[in-house]
């Protein structure tokens, strides 16, 4: 069982940053990789980053060279550090754990993320 909390969200203004955190527990060696998704209403979700194990990282087109992940091995966190942010990156967001050998993920309680104009 792998247990994920974010934490981090908040109201921003255009142009602004906010740096998400991801704190897992459990059975933290069995995880693969980490994806940062959003989801914003009446739309569907969407992985907007992610990081292997290796340290390998993508990112969604609509967030590159803005948003960067992260993460620190000892505290278990996988952080999205989001820079100029813009009214549409708004939405509720969540980290997803995906495990080696399983098709099983789990996902965090969401933070909310508001970008004013």
């Known amino acids: 069982q792998v247990q994920l909390v974010e934490s981090g969200g908040g109201l921003v203004q255009a142009g602004g940053s906010l740096k998400l955190s991801c704190a897992a527990s459990?059975?933290?060696?069995?995880?693969?990789?980490v994806g940062w998704h959003r989801q914003a209403p009446g739309k569907q979700r969407e992985e907007v980053a992610g990081i292997t194990s290796t340290g390998r990282t993508v990112y969604a087109d609509s967030v590159k060279g803005r948003f960067t992940i992260s993460r620190d091995n000892a505290k278990n966190t996988v952080y999205l550090q989001m820079n100029s942010l813009k009214p549409q990156d708004t939405a509720v967001y969540y980290c997803?754990?995906?495990?080696?050998?399983?098709?099983?993920?789990?996902w965090g309680q969401g933070t909310q993320v508001t970008v004013s104009s």
């Open positions: 459990g059975t933290v060696g069995s995880i693969a990789a």
């Open positions: 997803n754990a995906e495990l080696y050998n399983s098709a099983r993920n789990y």
